[in-house]
């Protein structure tokens, strides 16, 4: 009758260690402990051995097929579908979507041994031990992680760099916000925070590295200068939102996480899908990827109370933005990203040049100038093309606004009706 090798390696190493308590080098409570075995079962082994000798040794039930175990032709199934189709998946993932998709019924360790054994999945070694893990926020919104991860997202397009921003709760799990952009930017930054705010309210907390657009860092990996902020501080200063920054990358361990299960999952499902594009990849993030993901992975708070505040009338327009303090030039333009901003002549001033205004960039690419306290001076496309422009009155109209003046005197009616002027 033959037995698999691994029957007979066991059988020596059952050998070798009863030898030993045999001969008296070992106790048999020690004996049992080091096979891993209760004393009634050593006891057992050791009449087999008197018995039958070093054949008793050997385990019978290897030799015999398991009565749960799968069909071959499943097996094969399950093979093919990952060499074919899913290959690059990690087990996890592929055995969701084979069971969702394929109706594959084989259980995750059944896959992943199938998988490891066919040398299509690599084993990794166990990870050791870890330090104790920060406890979550009670409260769903009491902090959101945001970071960027540039990866190949796009599998089908080679060589292409492309970031990921994401915005996730620390209570939940869940993943509020995921877009493609080409840049880690201020702007990719805010639209971010615009979505979210828009979504579900002004959170507590934000936790974030310490990147340019974040904070202002005066010595390389020192502490950050809270007292100069970035466009993104000022404006989460604004909205009343505490910002906190990562001093090492396990410090945002629930980022780097997330960061890892996104690699691993959503660059297999966008090349699966046939996606090489920015715009097709956001809308599969947005009405497929996201969805499916926190129905996977969000998790209960354990306080149900929402921790985010209601937006309110906060104007995020002129909150979310890149502002700078600029002095008007003497022929009444700003100059923002090389473009010259023509201000038009304003009511009741000969001209602007002087004047100290608040440049706003919005997230829609438009331009603003506003003179403090909210005085609007110019409403600009990027490029700088004015888009609204105000009347300015004539001087026909200044005469007749004027109260008390003779001339408006004599050109209205008995009923105040404005009479046409008369030409002398």
Sequence with gaps: MAYPDAAWERAMTIQEVMLKALSGELHWFRAA???????????????????YGYSGLVDKRLHRPSLRRAPPGQVEHVLRLYRERYVGFNVRH?????RREHRVTVSYSFTKQALQIAGLVKKHQARGRHRRRREPRACFGELLHLDGSPHEWLALVSEWRTTLITVVDDATKALLYAQLWEQETTRA??????????????????????????????????????????????ALRRLGIEHIPAYSPQARGRSERMNRTLQG????????????????????????????????????PRDPATAFVPLGAVDLDTILCQEAERVIAPDNTVTVDTHALQIERQPGRRTCAGLRVLVRQHLDGTITITRPPAVRLGHFT????????KRLPTRADRTIDRPGCPRNRDRQGARGVVSPPVIR
């Design 33 to 51: 402990e080091i096979l891993g075995w209760s004393p009634r079962t050593l006891r057992r082994w050791r009449e087999r051995y008197e018995v």
């Design 94 to 98: 592929f055995h969701e979507i084979a």
């Design 189 to 234: 930054v805010m639209s971010a925070l615009a979505h979210v705010l828009r979504t579900e309210g002004l959170p507590m907390a934000l936790y974030t590295d310490r990147a340019g657009w974040a904070f202002h860092t005066p010595k390389a990996r020192g502490p950050v200068d809270k007292t100069r902020l970035t466009q993104v501080g000022r």
């Design 265 to 300: 999952r959503l660059v297999n499902e966008l090349r699966v899908a046939g996606i090489a594009t920015i715009a097709a990849a956001n809308a599969y993030l947005r009405d497929v990827y996201v969805p499916r993901h926190n129905a996977t992975f969000r998790r209960a």
């Design 382 to 389: 990027a490029d700088g093309q004015l888009l609204t422009a």
